[in-house]
């Protein structure tokens, strides 16, 4: 079913975000910290969820691909062979009325979209975050914030080419947070001052480039189909010659229809051979291949996927939330595909002042948890339990009920369906196990 995008929804996710725990405003009792956001009890696992799911269809699936975990703090002269010194800014304007800072490349007029003011001349606001290391605050010690994680993999080409013996083509994957001074950052999660990228870099020949450019933009795209993203939610739009960058010879985003509109989730370039060639001549170390079949040296190209991690939350988020009317009432849902639901199994005690029913359903919550993250809830009505762990999207509920003391067997219940089972209490780990790994 394709998700409606009613202009109530974008209100909906964040009221529930906050509601059940999946993402809280970054220093809220302080007033906030503007796009800066805090992941919940429930934000965290299904973010970890969805990290944990894109690195074992990247790299525990493939033969043809390493991990990698830089640090965020880099030499000062990474982001000057990069290019981010020099050139990584946007063109800001500020309204003369309200003030308010706005890019230039946003707006469709030459006014304030806010008040209809005018605007100041455009000036380069550079998105890095500076900080110092070391206890002297001069111009020596200045480095910044990665704004982005690919460079970490750049440096680190040959440290993990030697050390994992790969041959072109291969790949490096990477996780991890980044950091850009955005001015118009908003829409809940979807542009943030700090947040997680999901890149690899895809090292080939020259002559392969191509291929491999055009293999990730189809495999990037049906992982979010496989994980659960409804196909017509999903679009690529492949750049303009005017929007690539100087060093690209091609670029595609896989679009989300988000509530806002169509946005970028995630973008595969074909970076050709600048990322290499440019740190090659800043660091003056020889980051070129040598083919031992072919007895041939040269500089690999670059494909390179990066997709964020807040962006995919928000998406998954938005395309799994649905509102049903039932004879009883409506229930919401969250219909997370089992690998990227934040809780897989809920354990509801019938009568919790029954000590016995407790003690049941309470081993079984600790036996579950060993497989899959596993909660006990005992804190109100059966129905409404059942309907808090839908609004949640957490796939099975067991309910330990009277019959249970005798026939030793639990109601799970499916979430999707609503369909209940009885199952006896010693084949539960393993029927649950089937549903979880088919």
């Known amino acids: 079913m394709t998700q409606k995008k009613e202009p109530q929804l974008m209100q909906d996710i964040t009221s529930l975000s906050k509601r059940r725990g999946f993402v809280f405003l970054s220093s809220e009792i302080y007033g906030g910290l503007g796009s800066v956001w805090d992941y919940g009890p429930l934000g965290v696992e299904m973010k970890n969820n969805i990290k944990q799911a894109w690195w074992k269809r990247n790299v525990y699936q493939r033969y043809d691909m390493e991990g990698l975990d830089c640090s965020i703090l880099m030499h000062s002269d990474v982001w000057k ?39 100041t001349e455009p000036r380069e606001f550079n998105l890095m975050f500076k900080t110092q290391i070391g206890s002297m605050e001069d111009s020596s010690a200045e480095i910044f914030l990665r704004p982005e994680t690919a460079q970490g993999i750049f440096v680190n080409f040959k440290n993990v080419l ?8 291969f790949g490096i994957a990477q996780i991890g947070k980044s950091f850009r001074n955005e001015v118009t950052a908003g829409n809940f999660v979807f542009r943030c001052r700090e947040f997680e990228q999901m890149e690899i870099e895809f090292f080939c020949r020259g002559e392969e480039a191509d291929k491999w450019y055009k293999y990730w933009v189809n495999e990037r795209l049906q992982w979010y189909k496989d994980m659960g993203i409804d196909p017509l939610n999903l679009k690529i739009r492949e750049h303009a010659k005017d929007e690539l960058a100087h060093y690209a010879s091609g670029c595609s985003d896989i679009e989300y229809n988000f509530p806002f509109g169509w946005s970028e989730l995630e973008g595969i370039a074909n970076r050709g051979d600048y990322d290499l060639k440019q740190h090659a001549e800043f660091s003056k170390q020889d980051l070129t291949y040598f083919d031992t079949k072919t007895n041939e040296r040269f500089l690999p190209f670059v494909v390179e996927p990066s997709g964020g991690v807040d962006r995919a939350f928000l998406a998954f988020l938005v395309d799994a939330y649905r509102i049903e009317e039932l004879e009883n009432g409506p229930r919401t849902v969250l219909g997370l595909h089992k690998d990227i639901a934040p809780i897989k199994t809920a354990v509801l005690p019938l009568l919790k002042k029954n000590t016995e029913i407790v003690e049941i359903a309470k081993k079984l919550r600790d036996d579950l948890s060993y497989d ?18 839908d609004e ?47």
Do not use: W
């Open 392 to 438: 949640i999207g957490t796939l099975y509920c067991v309910t330990v009920d009277v019959d249970s003391l005798t026939d030793r067997q639990v109601t799970v219940r499916e979430r999707d369906s609503m369909l209940q089972e009885r199952i006896s209490i010693d084949r539960l780990k393993e029927y649950l196990r089937e549903k979880f790994n088919s």
């Open 81 to 119: 062979a990069s290019g981010h010194v020099g050139n990584f800014a946007d063109l800001m304007v500020d309204c003369k009325e309200c003030k308010k800072r706005h890019r230039q490349d946003h707006l469709k007029e030459n006014k304030c979209p806010d008040c209809g003011g005018a605007l």
């Open 162 to 169: 030697n050390t994992s013996r790969k041959k072109i083509p």
């Open 372 to 389: 899959r993250r596993t909660v006990y809830d005992d804190t109100a009505a059966i129905g409404k339990l059942y309907r808090r762990q």
